[in-house]
Structure formats: C-alpha cells, structure tokens
C-alpha cells in the first residue's frame, strides 16, 4: 500500500515494522509456565500436586491471556493503538512543524518516520536500544527506508537523562511512553526538564508517558507544579483517556490507566 506525502509517493504505516510495547518474551514465559504446569497437573502424581499444578495453571492461564489481548491491540493487524499514540502524538505538535525534530526512545523509530511523512523536518531518532527491549537501530533504519524519509530521518544511540545535543537545538520534540523507562534518572522530571532543554524557544513539544502515577513524577498536582516552574509558554497535561478512546481492559494502572500527555510550546 502506498500513499502521497510532500509530492512524494511512501509506503503505508502499515508496511512499517512497528515492534510491540508489549513484549513477546513476557508472553512466552507465561505460555510456557501454562504448557508445564498443565502437564504436571495431568501427571501420575500425588492428588495433591497435581491439585496445585492446576491451580497454577489456571492462573498463569488468566494471566496469559491479559497481557495476549494487550499484544493484539497494540498490533497494526489489531487495535493499532501504538499509531494512534503516534497520530495523537504528533498531531498535538500542531500544523506548523518546520525545522528539525527529536524524538526521544525511537524504539522501531516508527514515530521518527511518521513525524517525517507528516511535515518537511529533519528527525533525528534516538534510544539506548538495551537488551530488554525487542528494537533496534536497525530496523529504525529499514523503517526509514521503508517509509521514504530515510535521507530526512536519522537514529542515534544516546541516554535520555543526558542528550548529546547542544541548549536549543531542535524545534520539536516528542516522546512516546520512554522517561519512565530511563534508569539513569532517579527523578523522571528530570528527563523532562533534559527533553525540554534541547528544544529551542517557541518550539513545540509532546510527550506520552505515566504522568499520573505518583512512583514516577509524585502527585500530579506536584508534576503541574514543576511544569509551571519550567517557564514555559504554554503546557497542558491530560490523561490519555480523555483525548482519545482507549479499551476499558487496558484502563488498568500497569497499562494505560495512568499514562498521559503532555503537550505544548516552549
């Protein structure tokens, strides 16, 4: 599938690789944890063992089964909701974006690559790309490829807490569901305030990340209240699920219950 984008023809979003914020290697322990304890439950064992083994069974069955749905709906084949982050995301920048952009924890850099199908800016994607996550700068790369960007978007390894780049140097900067992941920050307001600082006077900014959970950024009246310290010229937060629909299954806490966005202009 192809689409027209600044005069130019590019794949699809959906030939991109988007990768899944749910990761598969969650799934697959839970499903083998389901297959061994389902044969021990069957097993010519005492009634008692077998009695527990299907009790845990059972529960890493239910617990399977949560995290599997989450999979799908943040599938481009089910949900899609990691575009619909990216669209809110960037779509919160405004209709004005010139210039040069940064997003921070590119992850599959799909968000680079869309930004850059959206407006005529330079992307520069940069992420740690640990061992934990299932990314990779190559496939950033192909992404871009894939997309027809890949002469105005760039990937770099780099830490968040600490951005290799000059004061001011971008005029947008995004982030999808990163700071909260960033071990190198005791505060995660920290990482904001070092997003912001690259970022150029009246340059617009959006993030999407666990701002109302009280383990990352304290209350969210104390977040505001940073944000209002920062001297910004103008900077809303609101939860994710008032700005656009999420499924009541993943409305729980460790999922999106407390994600939000902040959005803005410097």
């Known amino acids: ?76 084949k089910g949900g899609n909701l990691q575009d619909k982050f990216y669209n809110l995301i960037i779509a919160s920048l405004g209709d004005q974006v010139k210039g040069s952009a940064l997003d ?12 850059a199908q959206r407006h005529p800016v330079q992307v520069v994607g940069m992420d740690y790309w640990g061992k934990n996550w299932e990314y990779s700068r190559t496939i950033c790369e192909e992404n871009a490829r ?54 150029k006077p009246s340059g617009m900014f959006a993030f999407v990340d666990y701002f109302y959970d009280s383990q990352y950024y304290g209350d969210i009246s ?9 001297d910004l010229a103008r900077a809303q937060v609101k939860p994710l699920r008032e700005v656009m629909p999420i499924p009541r299954v993943l409305l729980h806490p460790k999922i999106l219950g407390k994600v939000g966005i902040v959005y803005g202009a410097k």
């Open 222 to 230: 104390e977040f505001q209240n940073f944000l209002q310290h920062l």
């Open 1 to 76: 599938m192809t689409d027209s984008v600044f005069g130019k023809t590019i794949n699809s979003p959906g030939d991109l690789k988007y990768g899944n914020w749910i990761r598969k290697k969650v799934l697959v322990v839970l499903s083998l944890g389901v297959v061994g304890f389902g044969i021990l439950a069957v097993l010519p064992l005492p009634p008692i063992f077998r009695v527990i083994a299907g009790i845990f069974c059972a529960i890493l069955f239910v617990s399977f089964l949560y995290p599997l749905y989450a999979y799908y709906l943040f599938s481009p």
């Open 146 to 199: 894939i997309g027809g960007v890949s002469a105005r978007v760039h990937f770099s390894k780099g830490d968040a807490a600490s951005l290799d780049f000059a004061d001011g140097s971008f005029d947008a900067v995004v982030s999808n569901l990163t700071f909260h992941e960033v071990k190198s920050a005791r505060q995660k307001t920290d990482v904001v305030r070092e997003a912001l600082r690259v970022l």
């Open 104 to 115: 921070i924890g590119s992850g599959n850099g799909v968000l680079a690559v869309r930004l």
